[in-house]
């Protein structure tokens, strides 16, 4: 079934991708769509506040293992995406979505195979994928 909706929407994206088929289309507008995702999640924090950043160096005892490492580890994020900026988000976060498959069907790659080899590295290395 995931296979079938990852297909799909690659099969999709391709139908609809008409004006930006050159390589070189592609790329600028994963670029643009991957800097859209930026912009919104800055816009909920200075615009409408929804959410906050708090990034500071976390504080790691030496003495941890590397199972232990997430619990002190954050995202920074302080609050919670009002309605209208989960929405952006999303839908920014779609569009990169979008140009991705557009990628993956530009060189003929299948993107659910894509996802299912990182998967299986992650399968196999574990946390010691750090990348």
Not at 52 to 79: C, R, T, W
Not at 110 to 118: F, R
């Amino acid at each position: 079934m995931k296979e079938l909706l990852t297909d799909n929407f690659q099969h999709m994206v391709d139908e609809c991708t008409i004006r930006h088929r050159s390589i070189l289309d592609i790329l600028a507008k994963c670029h643009e769509a991957g800097a859209r995702v930026n912009r919104a999640v800055a816009k909920a924090t200075t615009s409408c506040g929804c959410i906050s950043v708090n990034a500071q160096k976390p504080a790691i005892p030496e003495d941890i293992s590397l199972q232990q490492l997430p619990e002190y580890m954050s995202h920074h994020i302080e609050g919670k995406l009002c309605d209208e900026c989960r929405e952006t988000i999303e839908s920014e976060i779609g569009m990169h979505f979008f140009y991705l498959a557009s990628l993956c069907n530009a060189f003929d790659m299948n993107l659910h195979k894509i996802l299912q080899k990182e998967q299986k590295k992650m399968d196999t290395l574990g946390v010691y994928r750090l990348s």
